[in-house]
Structure formats: C-alpha cells, structure tokens
C-alpha cells in the first residue's frame, strides 16, 4: 500500500522545492512603428511556453488576441491618465467599464492592473506619484462595484531610483526623501489589498552609471570581486539592488511584503556592452539564479513571486533619452526573431520564431555614387530626425560602417519608416533604391514589416537630440 502511495508523495514533494518557473513572464511594449500583429505574438509567446505578459496599456486588439490563451495578463494604466483617475471616481468607474470588464467575460485572464509606469522615477519629478494612491483607491473602488475586485489586483511599477543608499551598502537602502510619504500611503494600500510590491530593477543600467559596478558582477560572473556589506557577501548586481529595496521595504515597515521584478533585462545593441552575447550570458545566469530559489543575502530562499523580462521584442519608437540601447531590449528582434537561446518555459527545446511574417518589398535604400555627394551629411541628419538610427550610435552594431555606408543606413532607416514610398527614398536625388541587400556583418539593414495601417506619421520621440547626433559625428559617424 505505501509503494503504491510513494510516487503522489514524491510529486507532492517535486511541487514543493520545485522552482515555481510559471512565475517567469515577458514585458510585451508595443512602442514600435510596424508592431507585429498581435494574434501572431499570442502564437509564439505559446509556443515558448510563455504563460505571463506585462502590457503598457489597454489595447483592445492585444487584449482580444489574448481571449483563451490561459495567459495570465498585466494591464497597464499610463501615466498621463493619473491625475484625471485621482480626482474623479466617475473618470475611474468609465475606465474599469471601457477596458476591464468585457474582457474578462470574454476569457482574458487580467492578474494585475499597474497603475502608472514608474510615477516615481525621478526625471518626471513630482508630475505623476502624487496621484498613484488615489487613483489606485478610486480604481479599487470601481473594481468592487463592477465585482471584480477578488479577480485582480492593483500594483504600482516602480523605478529603481525609487530606493537608494548612499554608501551603496543594501541595509542601508531606503526610499528617496521626495517620495517618502507617498511610498508609505502605496505600502498601506498594497498591504490592504495583499498586493505585491512591483520594482524594475536593472543591472545593466547600473553598470552605466556606477563606477563600482563592474561589467562581471553585472553578468553573474564567478570572477566578479564580490562587494561586502558587514557579514554579508553580495557576488552579483541584481541581489545588491534587490536587498537595497528590501531594506527599504523593511524601514517603511513593510518587510514581509512580497516582491515581484517588473522588468529585467540586458540590451543587444546601441552600446559597447549590449551585446547579444552579454544579454545572453546576464538572462541564463539570472534565469537560474531564479529558478534555483536560493533568494539574497536578506532574503534566503525567498526569490521574487514573479519575474517580467524586459522585453519581447525590440522597439524602435522607444525613447531613447536614457541611451540609444533603449530600442534594443528584445529577446526577440522586431521582427520575432530570435537572437539567442534562453529558456523562458519551453525546456530544452530552442526557441521559436514568429511565423509567417509578413515584410515589405525586399527593397533598401542607399546612396547614389553617382551623384555629387557634398551634401550627403545634411541629408542623413534629416533622415535621422525622424527614422531609427540608433545602431549608429558609439558601440552599436552599425558604428563601423565607413562613409558613405551609413548615409545609406540612414536614409535606408527613412525608408523603411515611410513604408518604402517612392518619394521616401529621394534625398534631392541622393537616393537609390535597390533589390541587393546593402548589410554589412552584424549591421542589418532592415526591411519593415507590412502593417495594416500606414506607420509613416511622425513620432516626436523618434527625433535625435542634437547632442546625439554631435556625437556620431565626433565619434567617426556621419
């Protein structure tokens, strides 16, 4: 009888100390000019065994693509609707009615609704977290009248300049001054409502912009020198950020909540270190550091509930005011290729493109050798104010290209971006278009992909600052 019994209690046991890898999600941003289709992203985030996704809005194509997938979904509420959901419960009640409700009846299994996207990341100042608690009071509020309340639940993104510690110590870590009382009122609400605490945290921009941060410790590396903090050891980038936020967690008194990482992640290019390479080594390595359950130095054994990876696909209408790498955090190229191996739930199986994509022409853009080239600096400055070319930029994959092979990525990048219009490949009659693929070793010229809708307005945070472009030219750009 105990035989028959033993393997039920060594399953039961396998589903206690087994690493709860259903907690692994993706970040799917759609800040692209010729986004895929969303019904074919449902198809392969399947395929990858993918069973989370964390959206920035509530798109109601996404949303629909997403009826019967069992895929457990975040919403996002943006930013600029934060301060209209503080100050009215009508404005609240429209927006639970408009973008919840029909769905969840329609089989979309909505888990959290993040009010805002880092409100507390400190180059908007005071312009969005003043009114993150009473929107999410107002929402919540919304949500019982619309019985939905036991269905989902409300969770504040927050930035990791959210938290700090000047001496760089984590048990020293707590909120920034400016945000103290806000963050308390969230903590209390969170706590109320059995919410985790939502943080994004990133070892790669760390790296950028800590000196004491090395590219090794970032990246897991055994032969990282590992940092001290009293008897603690810290052998990696991420546990040092995550202990700084649990400190402050536990000096705002709330040091039991539960965590959940809302966006992690390395770029593949726009930057010397963002590499497919270094993504690679830095998502494997924090996979399984993850998956193994070992937690942090103050936190043993208790890893984060859940883990959204920054991100599915890269974007190429994402801001890039951080640094040009910003449009280059995908697993997965625009285009749903995928550019390393990684276990997101699909085992030991590789990972699975997107299928049957649909391109425009195979067609490109370049300079005419024939015509006077003086002006050709002018023309891809023109090109680059409203086109992607970041791959341009110091590092990045296309930094090499001599003269006048990136005049040709630019205005390559124009064309593309304009839906490959005749008109958009003219440049004063410095264009040429051509059916001979014009790449060069890891610098891809693209060809975009066929949208239903065209894609060739003008997007105010696709212009290149001056700056930027100061740069390239210094640096042996254009």
């Given amino acids: 009888m105990a035989s028959e019994k033993l393997p039920w209690i060594v399953i039961l046991l396998l589903a206690i100390v087994s690493p709860r890898i259903e907690g692994i999600g993706v970040n799917w ?25 964390k959206l920035f809005d509530t ?9 019967g997938s069992n895929i457990d979904v975040t919403v996002g509420v943006p ?24 769905y969840f009846s329609d089989g979309v299994r909505i888990e959290y609704i993040a009010i805002g996207d880092e409100p507390f990341n400190h180059v908007y100042g005071d312009q969005f977290f003043p009114f993150v608690v009473g929107a999410a009071e107002n929402i919540q509020t919304a949500l ?11 969770v504040v993104p927050c930035s990791f300049d959210a938290f700090q510690s000047e001496s760089g110590l984590p048990s020293k870590g707590h909120f920034r001054a400016d945000v103290n009382r806000t963050m308390s009122e969230l903590l209390k609400f969170l706590t109320k ?32 020198r590992p940092h001290k903090d009293s008897r603690r050891t810290y052998k990696n980038s991420f546990d040092l950020s995550y202990d700084t936020l649990v400190s402050a967690l536990s000096s705002a008194g709330s040091d039991k909540m539960d965590i959940v990482i809302g966006q992690i992640g390395w770029p593949t290019d726009g930057a010397a270190s963002a590499t497919s390479s270094n993504a690679q080594v830095f998502m494997k390595k924090f996979l399984e550091h993850v998956r193994s359950r070992s937690g942090t130095p103050l936190r043993p054994k208790e890893p984060p509930i859940e883990t959204y990876i920054l991100s599915l696909l890269d974007e190429d209408n994402r801001s890039i005011a951080t640094g040009n790498f ?66 341009l930029s110091p590092g990045a994959s296309c930094f090499n290209l001599s003269w006048p092979g990136n005049i040709s990525y630019a205005l390559n990048s124009y064309y593309q971006q304009h839906d490959q219009r005749a008109d958009s490949c003219d440049f004063g009659g410095l264009g040429l278009i051509t059916t001979v693929d014009p790449s060069v070793g890891t610098c891809r010229f693209i060809v975009q992909l066929r949208t239903s809708s065209s894609a060739s307005f003008f997007i105010s945070h696709w212009r290149i600052t001056a700056a930027t472009i100061l740069l390239w030219l210094v640096g042996g750009g254009f």
């Fill in 326 to 391: 910003e449009r280059y955090w995908g697993v997965f190229t625009f285009d749903g290729q995928a550019k390393y191996q990684l276990d997101l739930g699909q085992g030991s199986r590789k990972l699975v493109n997107a299928q049957n994509v649909q391109y425009l022409s195979s067609k490109w853009c370049v300079v005419n050798n024939n015509q006077n080239l003086s002006n050709a600096t002018t023309r891809a400055l023109e090109a680059c104010s409203s086109a992607d070319c970041s791959a």
């Fill in 59 to 67: 798109n109601p194509e996404v949303l629909e693509s997403l009826s």
């Fill in 193 to 224: 409502h059995q919410s985790p605490f939502f943080v994004n945290i990133s070892p790669f921009l760390s790296y950028h912009s800590n000196k004491n941060i090395s590219l090794d410790f970032a990246l897991f590396k055994e032969t990282a």
């Fill in 79 to 102: 930013n600029s609707m934060l301060r209209s959901l503080n100050s009215s419960f009508k404005v609240a009640q429209s927006w639970v009615h408009d973008n919840l409700a029909r």
């Fill in 144 to 154: 019982t009248k619309a019985k939905l309340a036991g269905r989902v639940k409300l």
């Fill in 29 to 53: 941003g759609r800040a692209a000019s010729h986004p895929l289709p969303p019904s074919k992203v449902v198809e392969f985030l399947k395929s990858n065994g993918i069973t989370k996704v």
